[in-house]
């Protein structure tokens, strides 16, 4: 037994050394396997019809500037290059957002080939079989770094019996040479059913600044191709952890059966496998991920054994298989749950795979012992969903859940952004100043009806917030102080984003200067009112600023960014002058 676990475990490591190559692979076998398909009909050629769902962007709800809505339709801008509103544009860039205080390491049972941070999902007006998709980047290309399609036609008036998604490209995070536009055309691999829902993940930590697209293309035929009698041969190392969880049985979304143990065998004697300490097993086992312990659970009962023990489960991060993960899976995964801490069920229950009473019967089984939960896009979020949260989970220190403000004085990261179904944010805000004197990182980008009254209550109550983003927040003036009240009272805020706030002023700038020595990330992009003297005290006064978003201020131009660039060499300046 010893020997089959070292073996196990060493296969596993054999895996994850190949990753770097997984994206390359894949596209060799995609080559060969549309080198061998025989079209039966004509291409069609669509161009997104829709945009149904998306993790984030840059612009405002209120506009089409950088928003993900620009996908939908023929090009805006391409192939022209540069920083352009027409374009889908995502909120995250580079690898100073990861070194936010906000941001927690990810769980160490996360697949390392599992790359997305952000994702938008295109419905195209045909289902067709894909023979290849054009993703056409207009500025800082390379982020997209997985395509998926879905058996679901979002304009079918039957729900479907299963929806399935497939993916039919994936790489890593790339960094192109030039910021220049161009057309991404990836080998894709060939599905067995025909598709008019297609999603892209994106990963934008190599780039210096936002990735912009313009437009997706898809290619098609809509009967199936013949494939030739010529059988390609599949190297096993060609095998990448979604193959295998297909052909072989291991997904996640069949938990029931990996996890059961009926077939397994009862070893009267283990040899030295007996003689090794529990806490060595466990902590090999430590290492693997969920795929991994599922195939090691069907083993032996030993195994079995130690891949259900709860202490395996304290961190545990199901976002990488959204696609495959629902109400059954979340059914057996209840008792190995019981002291799980962080949980990430983020990008989860899309298409109703989850449902209500499924994540409620979960979290009321597994919720007590959590003290991080993260929802990002959870499809199935309702206020019955955040009354079980607030029951539940009384440790809990981090959510994007308002109900449970007032059950958690212990909150210090919140993240309520683009909640557009809030009515009075003032309400909120004010609870925030009274029950959450923690809070160390507040996100309220985009939040339409908060006034000077709310951020007044909010930075009385909360003066530990190192974060605070009131990006795209309308209702905001300086004209009322809130901007220069904010400054005073928030000495150690790092981060600050007062993204696409005309009003804010010199004066503004130089309370932060005069106040937020500890000021890392600042972005005032399209303020009219800020001067470059204002900034260079600012510069002068925040030693530990690294980031500066001065894109579309109309009084800093190119002269003034390469002076301060020359002062100042230790701040990125970002400033875009493409309108």
Same mark, same amino acid.
């Not at 195939?295 to 130690?306: G, V």
């Not at 990488?320 to 059954?328: E, F, G, T």
């Given at each position: ?406 059950? =958690? @004085?212990? $909150? %210090? *990261? +919140? ?5 557009? &179904?809030?009515?009075?944010?003032? /309400? ?87 106040? =937020? @020595?500890? $000021? %890392? *990330? +600042? ?5 009219? &009112?800020?001067?470059?003297?204002? /900034? ?44």
């Amino acid at each position: 037994m010893l020997t089959v676990l070292s073996m196990f475990y060493y296969i596993c490591l054999r895996r994850r050394a190949r990753t770097a190559t997984r994206g390359e692979m894949n596209s060799r076998r995609a080559v060969e396997s549309n080198s061998r398909a025989l079209p039966m009909s004509a291409e069609t050629i669509q161009y997104a019809k829709e945009v149904l769902d998306f993790t984030s962007h840059y612009g405002s709800e209120n506009s089409m500037s950088y928003t993900m809505w620009n996908l939908a339709g023929i090009p805006n801008v391409y192939p022209s290059s540069g920083d352009f509103t027409q374009t889908a544009v995502f909120r995250t860039y580079g690898t100073w957002w990861d070194q936010c205080a906000s941001l927690h390491q990810p769980s160490k049972r996360t697949s390392p080939s599992f790359h997305s941070q952000d994702y938008v999902e295109l419905a195209f007006e045909e289902p067709v079989y894909p023979t290849a998709i054009h993703i056409l980047e207009t500025y800082h290309p390379g982020a997209v770094v997985k395509i998926l399609a879905c058996s679901a036609n979002p304009y079918s008036q039957n729900s479907p019996a299963e929806v399935r998604w497939e993916t039919i490209w994936f790489g890593e995070p790339t960094k192109v040479n030039s910021p220049q536009a161009r057309q991404f055309s990836p080998c894709i691999k060939e599905i067995n059913f025909p598709t008019n829902l297609i999603r892209l993940e994106i990963n934008s930590s190599l780039l210096d600044y936002y990735t912009e697209l313009d437009a997706v293309v898809l290619h098609g035929v809509k009967e199936r191709p013949v494939l030739s009698l010529k059988t390609a041969v599949i190297h096993m190392n060609d095998l990448d952890e979604e193959d295998c969880e297909e052909k072989e049985g291991c997904g996640v979304g069949s938990l029931n059966r990996q996890f059961g143990s009926t077939g397994l065998k009862e070893w009267t004697n283990n040899g030295y496998f007996d003689k090794l300490p529990y806490e060595l097993i466990q902590l090999i086992i430590s290492h693997l991920t969920l795929p991994d312990m599922c195939r090691l659970a069907q083993t032996c009962k030993r195994l079995h054994q130690h891949c259900c023990d709860p202490l395996q489960y304290i961190h545990l991060s199901l976002q990488p298989y959204w696609a495959k993960l629902n109400d059954a899976s979340l059914e057996y995964l209840q008792p190995r749950c019981t002291l799980t801490q962080w949980l990430n069920l983020s990008w989860t229950g899309n298409r109703g795979v989850i449902s209500v009473s499924g994540f409620s019967r979960f979290l009321k089984v597994c919720g007590a012992e959590l003290l991080r939960l993260e929802l990002a896009c959870g499809h199935f979020l309702n206020e019955t969903c955040l009354e079980v949260i607030a029951e539940t989970c009384p440790h809990l220190q981090q959510t994007a859940l308002l109900s449970i403000l007032n059950f =958690c @004085s212990e $909150l %210090q *990261y +919140l993240n309520l952004g683009s909640c557009v &179904m809030i009515e009075d944010y003032d /309400l909120i805000a004010s609870m925030m100043g009274a029950k959450c004197k923690k809070l160390r990182s507040l996100d309220l980008w985009r939040c339409k009806n908060i006034t000077e009254n709310g951020i007044a209550a909010l930075v009385s109550g909360c003066q530990n917030l190192e974060e605070l983003d009131l990006g795209w927040c309308p209702t905001l003036q300086s004209s009322t102080g809130c901007f220069a009240k904010l400054a005073r009272s928030l000495t150690n805020v790092r981060k600050l984003f007062l993204t696409a706030n005309r009003s804010v002023c010199d004066a503004d700038i130089e309370e932060l200067a005069a106040n =937020c @020595s500890r $000021l %890392q *990330y +600042l972005d005032i992009l399209g303020t009219r &009112m800020v001067s470059p003297e204002s /900034l260079r005290k600012l510069l002068q006064s925040c030693k530990e600023l690294a980031l500066l978003d001065v894109s579309f201020c109309s009084q800093i131009d190119s002269r003034v960014v390469q002076e301060l660039n020359a002062s100042f060499p230790h701040v990125a300046i970002k400033k875009s002058f493409t309108q």
